[in-house]
């Protein structure tokens, strides 16, 4: 007889309507360099182009990252102890989660990302591969105030936040968000996180100038989102993807620049830019072992493990909520 198996998960979306986007780039593009915060790269096509980066040979955050996983997974699950909650905060594909499932056993897999339908398409994935595994899928900006009620009193949640991520928030904001994550973990709870190291910088340039020019069209896709959800005219042409290591800030920058003169509308309002122009896209901090258990410290944790590759390329730290 087969057995009936329900791939199933519950679903919690967060998420508010287009306005955030609207106001944030409105507002980014008063400022001066102007920006756009990096959480909007992620619509559909963006996410489908982001797990393209991983795969390019240049960027090594990805492939590190999950050799270490793989490695260490049974330290991790000795450490963790089964049947807690693993909740991952822009859990994307959910592909890292299912290189711990097996060595944690959690009660509960959590996963919270901005963009809602690769969200769901990833946790009926999980629910169909994991049937003893409980899901629940929350689609969320991570940055913002997520309520988790359906977590129980007593569970112990273990935050799960691979591959850098940690890296797109300036140093103060990295301790506020990880101080966030605390207050979800509780005491005794628990973050295994993935840090990229401070390296050689033709290393970083190189991850972030792939040669088959995909880290260009995502960050160009941010224009085109624009365009589509927003009613802008940006020339996509009209503008060039920069990616370079800033030594001073420790951190990798991403720009895009206006290659002439031009005047772009958004939804009725104007926009001018010169030749040489910016939009500031992202920043992709990098830390030594060091500096990154300071920023954990003074964000309420205490370190237990850390793990890096032959190369030190990448760190993956555990750690406790003091
Ligand atoms: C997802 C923020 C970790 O900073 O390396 C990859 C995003 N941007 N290539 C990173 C990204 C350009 C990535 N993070």
Known sequence: MVKAVTADYRYYNELPERGDFYREVIAGFSQHPRRIPPKYFYDEEGSRLFESICEQPEYYPTRTEIALLERYAGEVGALV?????????????????????????????????????????????????????????????????????????QAKPVMFYPGSSIGNFDPDDAVEFLACLAQIAGPGGGLLIGVDLKKDHAILHDAYNDASGVTAAFNLNLLQRVNRELQADFNIDAFEHFAAYNSVA????????????????????????????????????????????????????????????????????????R
């Not at 030749?275 to 920043?283: K, L, P, R, V, W």
């Not at 830390?287 to 003074?298: G, I, K, M, N």
């Open 81 to 153: 102890g089964s049947g807690c909650y693993l909740v991952e905060p822009g859990s994307g594909s959910c592909e890292k989660a299912r290189l711990l499932l097996d060595a944690l056993r959690p009660a509960a897999y959590v996963p919270m990302d901005i963009s809602c339908e690769h969200l769901r398409a990833a946790a009926a994935g999980i629910a169909a591969d994991y049937p003893w595994l409980d899901v629940h899928a929350v689609c969320a900006d991570i940055t913002r105030e997520v309520s988790l009620s359906f977590i129980p009193e």
């Open 250 to 321: 420790g951190r990798v920058e991403m720009h895009l620049i206006s290659t002439r003169k031009q005047t772009v509308n958004i939804d009725g309002h104007r926009f001018a830019f010169n030749a040489g122009d910016s939009i500031h896209t992202e920043n992709s901090y990098k830390y030594t072992q060091d500096e990154f258990c300071v920023l954990a410290q003074q964000a309420g944790f205490a370190s237990c493990a850390v793990w890096t590759d032959a190369d030190r390329l990448f760190s993956l730290h555990f750690l406790r909520v």
